[in-house]
């Protein structure tokens, strides 16, 4: 069967997220989205996690379902650690996404980490713990347990990150570096970059939203072709199997808040090379900038720009639907418009990525405006302008130029 899955996301447990996020909500806007495997996340969390065993019923084997909701959303069991650590005199600061195959296994995990650390705190909990030993506790649990390094570019809290990452898997992991079979490349980043890392090679390289919002769920994800069950899904991430996992779905990486280089304070964005002119200093304020993802792939790339290794998944950048009929429409994202004309497509068509991937541009015409189908057309094509991210805001998209949309709109009632 084939569907798209989206294993990290946050509940209303964690700090900084919409109090929406409960399994209902998540859910029905996976429907929307046309998700069909939803992370929990958070099941370290003890709150969350008796919600989850109250709330949800085993569907296939070691996923789970809203009870009473057998065409419903697939969840699987997911949390997210925050592994703070001195390691070869630096601190390090790591984000760990863990796949869990049982609320057994999950119970038994927590337990442990609940010695090391507060998980009551926040549903993703900020431990002391070396990411090794992490890994180490996760996986003489359960074998079946998957251990990936989360958002792996990101400056300030990644396996890679430049302020507080290292250079590769192993100085990471150490002799558990072998039991690391995926990573995941983040909103700033996409495969073809991480391809320029030959260290990267071994390890399938995963994208999900990260969501703190329903909203926002899906905004990357990935697309398998295996029957419904924890195990099948583990299979095709640690095999990387091109006909078990087909696919991911991306940001354009320049839309992340990392891309680039810069200092938000000081309204400074820099390419690397730029920052490179500067050494690296914010020719503002004199402080060392945040370097941003692309900065930290050079500095680590084995490969040339465009290079790519023998076994690699495809990839395929979108923008989510809200932001092209945002741009269509020249308003907000958070307008009623906005909203209007998104309802009015998801009641049309099967579910939002159907919307972006595959039905054709007359029955988008025909269902909606001219000027917003031909946007997402333009997303399919990739024939879209952007403003890099930096230093933690979010990077501008522009599907059209000024005052086109109106020219598309007049064309079409023309004809
Ligand atoms: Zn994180
Ligand atoms: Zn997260
Ligand atoms: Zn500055």
Redesign the pocket.
Known sequence: MRFIADF???SKY?RATSKDMDLEALDKWAKIKGIKVLGT?DFTHPQWLKNLKEKLEPAEPGLYKLKKNDQGTRFILTA?ISCIYSKNNRVRKI?I?VFSPSFEICEKINTQLGWIGNLKSDG?PILGLDAKELAKIVLNTSQECLVVP??IWTPWFSMFGSKSGFDSIEECFEDYSKYIYAGETGLSSDPAMNWRISNLDKIALIS?S?A?SPRKIGREANVFDTELSYSAIAEAIKSKDPAKFLSTIEFFPEEGKYHYDGHRNCNIVLSPKESKKYNNICPNCGKPLTLGVLNRVEELADREEGAKPEKTTPFKSLIPLEEIIANALGQGVATKGVAREYDNLIKEFKDEFEILLNVPQKNLEQASLAEIAEGIIRVRQGKVSLEPGYDGVYGKIKIFSKGEQKEISKQKTLF
Request: net charge negative; hydrophobic share 20%; proline share 0%.
């Open positions: 990290h996301i946050h964690s996340g997210e984000h996404i993703r989360a958002h999900n990260d703190h």
